[in-house]
């Protein structure tokens, strides 16, 4: 039963993370006005906003003017929905620690669009979730305080010391200041054993994402790559599976 409540939430929180991932970019309120389609600016019905079903029903098109709604509305509904169920699953023994979980991933999923579309990762996103989860903290079963403060101020502050070699020694924005934010909110959660585990995810896939890049679509060693989206994908494999990787990876080494 709970799970069921879990996807259905899942679902209805989906849908207002399109709406956060198409308007916190554009500096426009996430809670007002009602959702509109951006193409004949009429408000769409509480009928036609039913997450992932209306998109079904309704073909992928505007009722009124027939412009396609974009495949990443049902996709983000849907994943979002997975996300909760799979927080419950793992964790589902402690609800404080799996309620904290859900908001951790939920705070991942608009931050990997965003930076991935728009090249930023806004700081009601970074900095709320640093507040939010630096606070949590002291609640959080599987990291001290210590802990949680260390991983985020102190990887802050190494990717704030990259931030500004590249900017004054390489004349090139290596990676964003909200990258830097991002770590706060990230340490915060993870700890400095699961933060290892998300950088090293992120460097590896941005690494090869990179490569695919520079080998088949004739990039240079320029190729400005949403380092934020592969942090928040690290991220998310880490909560799930870091202690697990992290293990692995020793083992391998040591
Ligand atoms: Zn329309």
């Known amino acids: 039963m709970e799970e069921i409540i879990l996807i259905l939430l899942g679902l209805i929180f989906g849908s207002?993370?399109?709406?956060?991932i198409y308007r916190l970019p554009q500096g426009k309120s996430v809670i007002k006005p009602r959702s509109f389609c951006p193409s004949c600016n009429k408000l769409i019905k509480f009928y036609d906003n039913i997450p992932v079903?209306?998109?079904?029903?309704?073909g992928g098109?505007?009722?009124h003017c027939k412009a396609e709604i974009p495949l990443r509305y049902p996709l983000i509904e849907a994943f979002t929905a997975f996300s909760f169920w799979l927080a419950y699953f793992y964790f589902g023994h402690d609800p404080l620690y799996t309620a904290f979980t859900i908001l951790f991933v939920f705070l991942l999923i608009p931050l990997a669009i965003i930076d991935l579309t728009h090249m930023i990762l806004p700081d009601e996103l970074t900095l709320g979730g640093a507040v939010i989860f630096l606070g949590y903290s002291f609640f959080h079963p599987h990291i001290t305080v210590a802990n949680a403060f260390i991983a985020g101020f102190g990887s802050a502050l190494i990717f704030a010391g990259?931030?500004?070699f590249y900017l004054k020694v390489r004349k090139?924005?290596?990676?964003?200041?909200?990258?830097?934010?991002?770590m706060l909110f990230l340490g915060?959660?993870?700890?400095?054993h699961n933060l290892l585990v998300a950088i090293l995810l992120a460097s590896f896939s941005g690494l090869l994402v990179g490569l695919f890049f520079i080998i088949f679509k004739g990039k240079n060693l320029q190729l400005k790559l949403p380092f934020g989206t592969f942090l928040a994908l690290g991220s998310y494999v880490s909560v799930f599976y870091g202690m697990a990787i992290y293990r692995l990876v020793r083992s391998l080494f040591i």
């Open 61 to 63: 098109k505007c009722r």
């Open 16 to 20: 207002f993370l399109n709406v956060v």
């Open 188 to 192: 915060a959660f993870l700890g400095l």
């Open 162 to 164: 990259l931030y500004f």
């Open 172 to 182: 090139i924005e290596g990676l964003g200041f909200g990258d830097v934010k991002m």
């Open 53 to 58: 079903v209306s998109y079904f029903l309704l």
